[in-house]
């Protein structure tokens, strides 16, 4: 899929089309390692409760990407307290970050993941941090 897209700050309105996406990172993390991520049964409603609050949250970064025809991610980071053994005190944390399939392989991810930072750096984090599963080649 090709077209125009906009990344830009989620507000607590772009929740429910985020749900969705939310359902498939957890699926695709659990069924990656059961044993590190075993979600909740109610996960999604964690979800539906905790996103309008990183939306509103000046030291969260909650992201979307817009394309024709709806969203086709999204980003969602906070930031982190070190344990008091680091000269740096905190981090920027990217928790997820989801690409509709037809989305992927065009940008979407590192477009999110570019502007996450800019945001971080804006808030004043000096460092960002992602984790990613040696299992997950997308």
Not at 56 to 61: I, K
């Amino acid at each position: 899929m090709t077209g125009p897209l906009r990344v830009r700050g989620a507000t607590p309105a772009d929740v429910p089309g985020v749900l969705p996406f939310v359902q498939a990172i957890t699926r695709q993390h659990e069924a990656l390692d059961p044993a590190r991520f075993a979600m909740l049964p109610d996960v999604v409603a964690r979800y539906e409760r905790w996103l309008p609050q990183r939306a509103t949250d000046a030291r969260s970064v909650f992201l979307v990407a817009e394309a024709s025809g709806g969203l086709a991610g999204f980003l969602v980071g906070t930031v982190e307290a070190s344990i008091p053994i680091y000269r740096l005190e905190e981090f920027g944390f990217i928790h997820d970050v989801w690409v509709e399939p037809a989305w992927r392989g065009q940008g979407v991810a590192r477009a999110l993941v570019t502007e996450a930072i800019t945001r971080f750096r804006a808030i004043g984090v000096g460092q960002v941090r992602l984790e990613t599963a040696a299992g997950n080649p997308s």
